[in-house]
């Protein structure tokens, strides 16, 4: 069950985070480009709405409200792509030594935190963003 639910937080931040990128900053080229704005403005996005939502909401009401919220902008972002026409996107391939080190350096991260929130019940915010966020959701019930 905890797998699940990792998968289903890290597709709703991946979600929310294409979202805003799609709608904030300009067109990229590559899929690797999208998937790290996303991850990276979706963990903004999600840190910031806990922030202001965790003053007036509490418990599962804030984790729905967080989860609602964070999947919007894709919403939006997804009703303007299918207006307009997207372009290809593309997939680099690391060149050099230096390059081919860090896509294995990420992959292998990638793989441990699966496999850790595969087998740990740290939940996903403790695991991808901050374990301290996770203990103060934790002690808000």
């Known amino acids: 069950m905890n797998a699940l639910l990792a998968a289903l937080s890290l597709i709703i931040l991946l979600f929310g985070g294409w979202g805003a990128g ?6 990229e080229k590559s899929f690797a480009d999208i998937v790290a704005h996303s991850w990276l403005l979706g963990a ?44 290809l996107l593309s997939w680099p391939r690391p060149h050099g030594l230096l390059e081919w080190a860090l896509f ?11 496999k850790f929130a595969w087998t740990r019940s740290l939940g996903w915010d403790g695991l991808m963003v901050w374990e301290t966020k996770a203990r103060i959701a934790f002690y808000n019930g």
Do not use: D, H, N, W
């Open 22 to 27: 799609y709608l904030l900053l300009p067109r």
């Open 104 to 114: 294995a350096g990420v992959l292998c991260e990638c793989i441990f935190l699966l």
């Open 44 to 87: 903004i996005f999600i840190s910031m709405t806990f922030a202001i939502m965790g003053t007036i909401l509490s418990g599962s009401q804030l984790l729905a409200a967080v989860s609602i919220l964070s999947i919007i902008p894709g919403f939006v972002a997804f009703r303007k792509m299918v207006v307009q026409k997207p372009p």
